[in-house]
């Protein structure tokens, strides 16, 4: 006798209708309130051994009933309000001279904590002001405009990342050492998404816990017998490796606030749009390559890091230890 699908789903369900029926059981049970997270579509795939398209089939199924919605910089949550909290006594502004005390750095962390919650777009002078309960224009006092705000943001934020100490434990082997700096700026642009959109690789920050980083890598290159430009051109290389992944960790972000749909949910809904350009006819390689995934392809800004930092430093090792091998001429003005 077949079972019928209830709260907990069928046994001969697909596998998204079983993880629709198990989430919307935790709703009705009041396991999961509304405004409260469910899981991605990551913790999906983890927890049920699924792939990412079934995870986002089964989340799409929930919201087309109305059970979660999206909500930017939060995730995917059960819809409806959550349950408000008790109005909270509004304190008057304080007055000049009892505003409590401010500081560069006061300032600046919260800057940072707005910019990591939010987004570099929400970041402003009068929020900040509001975050730390002084008047407006309070801090124009200590920081003269937004703009000096994120030079002094960008400047804390690298300083996370190599403290004052950190050459004494360097390794000595100098490709060992390039990784490890690699991965460290790759993991404070992790911790601080917005990092990334500032400056470009044409026109770079110049704030001194930056070139904390520039030191570290060069360093690990000097004493190699290369000339100053290939040093400096191999630095710069690895850099943009780091910097140019990053960058779409807060292009994602915004991406998902304005829309309200995160990365998989987005590739969901283009669907119909990339199985057009498939069966055109007119992109036989990517039709064939597109077409051997079984559940789609899930972007990984990890692992890719991880891909290219390996393959760089496997292909700059025979130029750095002098096998006879360059990085070849620079092409001339067009």
């Known amino acids: 006798m077949t079972q019928t699908t209830g709260a907990t789903g069928a046994a001969g369900d697909p596998p998204y209708l079983r993880i629709v029926a198990a989430i919307r059981r935790r709703i009705a049970d009041g396991e999961l309130a509304p405004g409260d997270r469910v899981p991605s579509t990551r913790q999906i795939a983890a927890q049920w051994g699924v792939a990412l398209a079934t995870a986002t089939k089964a989340l799409t199924t929930l919201r087309l009933e109305g059970l979660v919605e999206a909500r930017p910089r939060i995730g995917t949550v059960v819809a409806g309000s959550?349950?408000?909290?008790?109005a909270a006594r509004r304190r008057p502004?304080?007055?000049?001279?009892?505003?409590p005390e401010l500081s560069v750095e006061r300032i600046v962390r919260a800057a940072v904590e707005i910019a990591d919650a939010e987004g570099l777009a929400a970041l402003s002078m009068r929020g900040v002001a509001a975050r730390l309960g002084v008047a407006a224009m309070s801090t124009y006092r200590y920081v003269p405009s937004k703009e000096d705000?994120?030079?002094?943001?960008a400047d804390a934020a690298f300083g996370e990342a190599y403290p004052a100490d950190a050459y004494a434990d360097a390794p000595e082997d100098w490709r060992?050492?390039?990784?490890?700096?690699?991965?460290t700026l790759w993991r404070l642009y992790r911790k601080h998404p917005w990092l990334a959109r500032i400056g470009s690789l044409t026109r770079p920050l110049l704030v001194p816990n930056l070139l904390v980083h520039g030191e570290w890598m060069l360093d690990a290159l000097d004493g190699h017998g290369l000339d100053p430009t290939t040093l400096f051109d191999i630095h710069v290389l690895l850099y943009s490796h780091v910097h140019g992944l990053a960058v779409h960790l807060e292009l994602e972000a915004d991406a998902e606030a304005a829309t309200g749909q995160s990365e998989d949910q987005w590739m969901d809904s283009r669907a119909p749009v990339l199985r057009e350009l498939v069966e055109s006819g007119r992109f036989p390689t990517f039709a064939k390559v597109v077409g051997s995934f079984e559940d789609g392809y899930d972007l990984r800004l990890d692992a890719l890091f991880d891909i290219g930092l390996g393959a760089l430093l496997d292909g700059l090792t025979p130029v750095v230890e002098g096998r006879g091998h360059s990085l070849g001429h620079r092409p001339g003005p067009v």
Not at 82 to 86: C, D, H, K, R, T
Not at 149 to 153: G, I, N, S, T, Y
């Open 82 to 86: 959550a349950p408000a909290a008790p």
């Open 93 to 99: 502004s304080p007055a000049p001279d009892t505003e």
């Open 149 to 153: 705000l994120v030079l002094l943001m």
């Open 176 to 183: 060992a050492r390039v990784e490890a700096g690699a991965r």
